[in-house]
């Protein structure tokens, strides 16, 4: 069975810093996709970023980046330029490929506080 | 587009009762998947469904149910509600196929 684990608990960071969440997963398969969802107070889970397995180069949006190291099942979120907005559970998910759409596994979460 | 809908936003229900939770999904998707959250177990999937069929099943006992109507919308249901059934229920849409899960804002469920 897949698995995703998030040793950081909870994580702080300054506004206007850099903070970087880590995230490790475990499986057999060599086709799959990574994500890394937010969620606010609201709770409602916000996509931020996705890798596919098979891409070498790491995924960016805006602000937010990751590195992806599939040989060492790792993958972790960078995020820049912190802002009060980005406070929020972020949690790393692991989505097997295939035709047909593969349940999420998620990790335990890490929530992030942002200090202004 | 309007995003994924579920209602109702909160719930509180007592031992012993039964309760239906219901999820649109973005017009298109027919792919609809539901997800408990916990503090202690945090987020685990219950069971998939695409046009009208259930696709995956999660690791949850059977008084956990669903259905999806022809209109892709979904429902949830869980008979004799237990006190470690208090969760956020999570509800996700997406294409068949896609990479990526769009969440509604969840359901808050408290057993009392």
């Known amino acids: 069975a897949q698995t995703v684990t998030q040793s950081q608990p909870e994580m702080s960071v300054q506004e206007a810093e850099t903070v970087t969440l880590s995230c490790t997963y475990d499986?057999?398969?060599?086709?799959?996709?990574l994500f890394w969802y937010k969620q606010p107070p609201s709770r409602q889970m916000i996509l931020v970023i996705r890798?596919?397995?098979?891409?070498?180069q790491n995924a960016t949006e805006n602000r937010f980046s990751v590195n992806f190291q599939k040989a060492a099942k790792s993958f972790s979120l960078k995020i820049s330029d912190s802002q009060l907005g980005d406070a929020a559970m972020y949690f790393c998910?692991?989505?097997?490929?295939?035709?047909?759409?593969?349940?999420?596994?998620f990790g335990k979460g890490t929530r992030l506080s942002v200090i202004a | 587009k309007a995003g994924v809908t579920q209602t109702p936003r909160y719930l509180i229900k007592t031992r012993g009762q039964q309760v239906t939770l219901s999820c649109s999904p973005i017009?298109?998707?027919?792919?609809v998947s539901w997800y408990q959250q916990t503090p202690g177990q945090g987020l685990q999937f219950l069971f998939e469904?695409?046009?009208?069929?259930?696709?995956n099943k999660g690791n949850f006992p059977g008084r956990f149910s669903g259905r999806q109507f022809s209109n892709s919308r979904s429902e949830m249901n869980v008979s004799t509600l237990e006190l470690g059934d208090s969760a956020l229920y999570l509800c996700?849409?997406?294409?068949?196929?896609?990479?990526?899960?769009?969440f509604g804002q969840g359901t808050r469920l408290t057993v009392v």
């Open positions: 996700a849409s997406s294409s068949d196929g896609a990479t990526e899960a769009f």
């Open positions: 499986t057999s398969e060599s086709d799959y996709y």
């Open positions: 890798q596919e397995a098979y891409k070498q």
């Open positions: 998910a692991y989505r097997r490929a295939g035709i047909r759409n593969t349940p999420l596994v």
């Open positions: 017009s298109g998707h027919r792919s």
């Open positions: 469904y695409f046009s009208e069929t259930q696709r």
